[in-house]
């Protein structure tokens, strides 16, 4: 109990932070390609990613510094999309919520907090969001998947 619900979470919010502060010329503004987003595929194996997931990325928005709009949406953002993640059983849709999401919102807050166009907003976090979830997400997801007996259960 302990290793689902304090480890993991904690772990995989320690890596989401880590890897968004490796990569943070990347990581936030008008173009970004948030490579912890690849952990956005976590949910698909185990449900304590969902926390991992939401409390790293409001660690990494409270400390990136775009403010209280970033830190509270876009963490329930991935709040929901990790949530959605974890209800899809089709391992190559695992990456489409948090893409579809992310896109939606954090193009909001761009707009809101960058004066960027809305569409042009959408269009530019879900170019970023499909690099880092599809593409280096589905690598992870099909190395993880053939371990997942040892690793998440």
Do not use: H
């Amino acid at each position: 109990m302990l290793k689902k619900y304090v480890i993991i979470p904690a772990l995989i919010a320690a890596l989401y932070c880590a890897l968004v502060f490796m990569f943070m010329p990347i990581s936030y503004g008008t173009v970004q390609i948030r490579v912890a987003e690849a952990l956005t595929i976590l949910p698909y194996f185990t449900s304590s990613a969902i926390y991992g997931l939401f409390i790293g990325c409001l660690l990494a928005n409270m400390i990136g510094g775009a403010g209280v709009l970033d830190i509270l949406l876009g963490s329930f953002a991935t709040l929901v999309a990790a949530y959605l993640t974890y209800k899809v059983k089709n391992k190559w849709l695992a990456p489409v919520p948090p893409i579809v999401i992310n896109m939606f919102v954090v193009g909001y807050i761009l707009n809101v907090y960058y004066g960027m166009d809305y569409w042009l907003a959408v269009i530019s976090v879900g170019a970023g969001q499909t690099v880092s979830c599809m593409g280096l997400g589905m690598l992870l997801l099909l190395q993880l998947d053939k371990y997942k007996e040892r690793l998440f259960s």
